[in-house]
């Protein structure tokens, strides 16, 4: 896209009265292969490409968007979303302000070693399906039925250039790949379960070869058998309990990332997805001990929520949620900056040309810690090891809080025992945070697509932490 033609628009919306303008075009090309129960189901090439405007006029904010991207195409978008804003202006109780911000400008571009659109379709597909196998293979030696397997694999590229009336201008190029599977064990006499598993990185083809996805699926499909075949139900009560990094990613993405929105304390996206149990005087507040630190990082790399400049130009950065079991900040736009005398920490994302920038995670996960694995159980005289989970729910101001294990032990004098079946876990968000007592050293990610607003926007991102060990904590039992 011509970049003179994109600061010409800036320059024609500040002409017709606005006192601040923004443009972006983005560029998302989508490949996709689906695989059910061995048979290819979908496969799909598909780009959306387009121009968005923002403009502030009066105190009023407009947005508007189009897939026309000629110079009369783009006149008409910024004369349109000048009107749109110079209109909200006179229907707004407070105006809108946009605080200062470190701004971006260069370009940013995450070049893979082996390009996706290099990688025959062919290959793609078979590769699936050899997963698939292995998955059938493995579920056979472990005398279970593997009824239901689902296998997609996307790549997708987005590119976008953002310009605004104050500064920032930043072209970026991020390309990303996906692998989700959804796996169905069942025996007659035990039941069934299912396990979900999201792997995703920035980068290219190398990020598939490095997963190893025939070894997952053998050890996955592996667990499955075994929670089935072995896993026995036990009585509940309080015990210390250990959760492995995908059910600490989960929590860290749930309890310390979207109440840590600042646009919920603020009551907009109260009507959408929900409200905070924090409020603006909780800055500082202890909710956990002095070994949680939760931290939102964009700028990580081969992260799957990987960026640099957030949507509004703000130049990306590491930032802490929770230091020392303490609430450290909120994840900020320059709006909701402005309204809490903060600065924007460049969390306004976007999904789409279409949608508006809105405050969203990218990287969300519980810093490490200094305990080594064996140390981490080594003095649980009775517990539960919850290495993943089956399920998890949590309320809408992110206060109490339900998982569900799915692979899980029983730990006896600092061993692991016995599997068990459906260990749960019910606590609010305080108690969990205060009741860690050893953060370990490794920490693991998995991808997901986070979604919020209205229209719905899924946007990428990496959930994770290091296994991470509570002590005398309630869990319901399952016998």
């Known amino acids: 896209m011509d970049s003179t ?26 490949d996709s292969t689906l695989v059910k129960n061995g048979t290819p189901e979908v496969t799909s090439i598909e780009t959306d490409r387009g121009v968005s405007m923002r403009a502030i006029v009066d105190g009023g904010l407009g947005f508007g968007a189009t897939s ?45 070693r082996v390009r996706p659109e290099n990688v025959d379709r062919e290959d793609r597909l078979g590769l699936l399906q050899e ?35 104050d500064g920032a201008d930043l072209r970026s190029v991020i390309p990303r790949a ?18 979900s598993i999201s792997l995703g990185e920035s980068g290219g083809w190398e990020a598939v070869e490095r997963w190893d996805l025939v070894r997952k699926v053998r050890e996955e499909v592996g667990a499955l058998g075994k929670v089935l075949t072995t896993g026995s139900g036990f009585k509940g009560g309080s015990l210390d309990v250990v959760l492995g990094p995908e059910v600490v990613g989960i929590i860290a993405h749930e309890s310390a990332g979207h109440p840590g929105e600042a646009d919920r304390m603020l009551g907009r996206e109260a009507a959408q997805a929900g409200e905070t149990y924090l409020g603006r005087e909780d800055i500082g507040r202890t909710v956990g001990s002095g070994l949680v630190n939760v931290v939102d990082d964009p700028t990580l790399e081969r992260s799957f929520g990987r960026y640099m400049s957030d949507d509004e ?7 802490y949620l929770i230091r020392d079991g303490r609430i450290e900040a909120l994840l900020h736009n320059r709006e909701t900056a402005a309204a ?36 981490i159980f080594e003095d649980v005289r009775r517990g539960i090891y919850m290495r993943n989970f089956m399920e998890w729910n949590i309320d809408d101001r992110r206060f109490n809080q339900r998982y569900v294990g799915l692979e899980a032990y029983l730990i006896v004098d600092g061993e692991l025992g016995p599997m068990v079946r459906n260990p749960v876990l019910e606590i609010t968000t305080p108690a969990l945070w205060s009741a860690v007592d050893a953060v370990g050293k490794e920490v693991e990610f998995s991808s997901a697509h986070c979604g919020k607003g209205d229209p719905m926007q899924a946007i990428p991102v990496w959930t994770g932490g290091p296994r991470m060990r509570l002590r005398n904590i309630w869990m319901g039992g399952s016998a």
Do not use: C, W
Request: positive net charge.
């Open 68 to 112: 026309l991207i000629g110079r009369r195409d783009l006149r008409d978008l910024a004369v349109r979303t000048v009107k749109a804003a110079r209109a909200a202006s006179r229907l707004r109780s407070a105006p809108v302000h946009l605080g200062e911000a470190d701004l971006a400008k260069g370009t940013f571009e995450v070049r893979p």
């Open 340 to 375: 809490m005398g903060a600065e924007s920490n460049g969390s306004s994302r976007s999904v789409s040309f279409d949608r508006e920038p809105i405050v969203r995670m990218a990287n969300t996960f519980v810093e490490a810690g200094d305990h080594g694995e064996e140390e």
């Open 131 to 165: 997963v698939d196998r292995e998955a059938g293979e493995a579920a056979s030696r472990g005398g279970v039925a593997l009824p239901g397997r689902y296998l997609s694999l996307d790549t997708f590229t987005t590119e976008k250039h953002i310009i605004t009336s």
């Open 178 to 195: 996906e692998v989700h599977m959804i796996l169905t064990a069942a025996v007659p006499s035990k039941g069934s379960v299912q396990r």
């Open 5 to 30: 033609m994109l600061k010409e628009m800036v320059d024609l919306a500040l002409s017709k009265g606005a006192g601040y303008a923004e443009i972006r075009f983005q560029k998302d090309s989508h």
């Open 313 to 319: 130009g703000v130049k990306a950065s590491r930032r």
